[in-house]
């Protein structure tokens, strides 16, 4: 599609568009993203998603102002895009006022990363690329730099959360803003080794019924991977994305790196592993962890959980 610059009035424009509508926002943005009805309208629903949108923004605006000034701007990487609402809004509300900075969206399905690039191509905007691979080839990819500034994951699927991690870590990112979605791999280690943990600990009854190895695989995983950004250097919060009451995984974890590397951390991190029945997934799951402390740990459920656990509860 060739190349075209929005006219003027075709960004907000106060007097005539809902209030919700920021100044200078794109109006064929929020269109193409069907936050608003061709004739510029919000309805009850997109009011919802735009508030949605919003409310995520204003977490990451916060630590794009916090970045250091530097020549090239600000680079974001943005894992599992989807449609890269999420990315454009990003670019619409910061980086385009902003005159410099790349936002690199990572998407596995090639027809929405060309209709991504086709519409930043029409917005005019130029600091977008799109690569349509997976999470993990993108951190071997030589068309992303060296160090990523702030790396997001909204709802990437399964582990692509994981791998956006060790892309985050890789990268040196000063913040990772994760999302996460399903996950399915924990509870699928926790349903095998199910008959052995029941005999082995009484806390295996926390994962006994289906539904709840589903969840606590999914409460896990997420656990683990706080432990894992703080065992690598990173203040970790975690708080509830507001808004997204419709989903089930609204789940925020904000993570800025202080370069504080937290021994305990990845001490309980093997510990719970263990407690778990899972220290089999150390070495592949948290290849970062320090080599003594993973060379340490054991597959053996009982030895490990009386070497790792006992040396760290306080
Ligand atoms: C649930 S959608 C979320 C899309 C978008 N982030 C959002 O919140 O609207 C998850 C997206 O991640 C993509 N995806 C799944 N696994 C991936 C991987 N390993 N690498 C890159 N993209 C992946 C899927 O194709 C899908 O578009």
Known sequence: MAKTKMPKNKTADADVLPPEVRPGQSIELLKALHILTREGKLNQDSRRKLKQVYHLFQFIDK????????????????HGAGKSYLGFI??????????????YG????????????????????????FLNLTVAQSAQSEVLP?????????????????????????????FMVLVPC??????????????????????AELWRHPLHTREMGSQLTNVLR?????AQGYQVTVTELVGWEHSMKNELILARHTGQKKRVAA?????????????????SRFPALPAGLLAGSSDSPEVATGSVASSVIP
């Open 146 to 174: 060296e160090r990523i500034d702030v790396v997001t994951a909204l709802h990437a699927c399964d582990t692509a959360t994981d791998d956006a991690i060790a892309f985050g870590l890789q990268k040196k990112a000063r």
């Open 226 to 230: 706080c432990l894992y950004l703080e």
């Open 90 to 103: 990003i670019y619409d509300l910061f980086f385009k006022a902003l005159g410099r900075g790349t936002i």
């Open 63 to 78: 630590l794009l102002q916090e970045l250091p000034t530097s020549e090239q701007g600000p680079t974001l990487a943005d």
């Open 106 to 129: 990572i998407e596995t399905r090639a027809e929405l990363v060309e209709s991504s690039r086709a519409l930043a191509e029409h917005l005019g905007f130029e600091r977008m690329q």
């Open 182 to 203: 399903c996950q399915a791999e924990l509870a699928a280690h926790l349903r095998q080794n199910k008959a052995l943990n029941l005999n082995r600990t009484a806390l």
């Open 267 to 283: 001490e309980r991190l093997l510990a719970l592993l263990h407690e778990f029945g899972l220290g089999e997934l150390a070495a």
